[in-house]
């Protein structure tokens, strides 16, 4: 059985991305793995003080004290991480999971999700994590490289949870956003769920043609379809329809178009992220 992969850090999003994963784990039957990354090595201390570190054996001694303090903060940070992931696996288990695996590694975050993302129905992360702050405003350039690098669908938690009741696609006929409609299809994860799908762009004979399929395809699973075409920027666009009809989640196709088309035109996948303040499922 597939399982669904919750990254959490201890961060303000921690609780959030427990909370979405819990909600698709009691949807589609799934166990759930949770997973605390550490990085590779620990930076020193930069409050340490290594003055005194003087002499001819100075180069060893120094080697030493940052050997030890090496030891001091790893152990200190897997002491955090193990508590970290008590406090998630607690809040699983009182949200209904019974079936919990937990993970710590330490490494590259990125390299070492896309590692255990084989197997998964569900990447469950949150939209900004520990530099919350820093990056308060925008995407972190972590969930973009996440986002770029994970095969499976990858759903972005919000900083809260709120119960799921409409969700929207935004479809535009490409690659990504048609996977993310047959992943729709497919799965039980938002069957029952009022579904909203639209088009963003010029009203015209293909884009009308191809929002009559993807209704047709959702229609046929056994949903009722609200759907439209809305004209204006993809961002703008999907965060008003998403306010106005009181959107719970929104599902999208994962940056179709590559990094340096990207750099030129800007991603509507990125744009989008930032406009909306509801959880994502992204597809590719």
């Not at 930069?46 to 030493?64: F, Y």
């Not at 709120?162 to 996977?179: C, H, M, Q, V």
């Not at 056994?222 to 920027?233: A, E, Q």
């Not at 999208?252 to 303040?277: D, E, F, Q, W």
Request: proline share 4%; net charge neutral.
């Amino acid at each position: 059985m597939k399982s669904v992969l919750a990254c959490i850090d201890g961060s303000i999003y921690s609780k959030s991305v427990c909370a979405h994963a819990a909600w698709v784990s009691l949807r589609i039957g799934s166990p759930v793995e949770l997973l605390h990354v550490l990085p590779e090595a620990p930076d020193v201390d930069p409050s340490a003080d290594l003055s005194g570190t003087i002499g001819l054996d100075a180069n060893s001694e120094l080697l030493g004290t940052l050997a030890g303090l090496d030891m001091v903060r790893g152990q200190k940070e897997l002491k955090e991480g193990r508590e970290k992931l008590k406090l998630s696996e607690e809040q699983l288990r009182k949200a209904g999971v019974k079936e919990i695996t937990v993970l710590k590694r330490r490494g590259e975050l990125v390299e070492t999700i896309c590692e255990f993302e084989t197997g998964k129905e569900i990447i469950v992360i949150g939209k900004r994590g520990a530099l919350a702050d820093e990056y308060a405003g925008h995407i972190s350039p972590n969930l973009e490289r996440i986002a770029r690098a994970v095969q499976k669908p990858l759903l972005v938690a919000p900083n809260e949870f709120r119960s799921i009741k409409k969700f929207l696609i935004a479809f535009d006929g490409g690659a990504s956003s048609t996977k993310a409609l047959e992943y729709i299809v497919r799965t039980p994860l938002l069957k029952g769920v009022e579904c909203h799908v639209v088009a963003v762009g010029k009203e015209s004979d293909t884009v009308r043609m191809s929002l009559d399929r993807a209704v047709a395809e959702l229609t046929e699973a056994g949903y009722s379809v609200h759907s439209g075409i809305k004209d204006g920027s993809p961002g703008d666009a999907i965060k008003a329809y998403v306010e106005a009809n009181g959107i719970d989640l929104l599902v999208i196709g994962a940056y179709g178009h590559s990094r340096l088309r990207s750099l030129i035109l800007g991603s509507t996948t990125t744009t989008v992220l930032m406009a909306c303040r509801i959880p994502l499922l992204l597809c590719r």
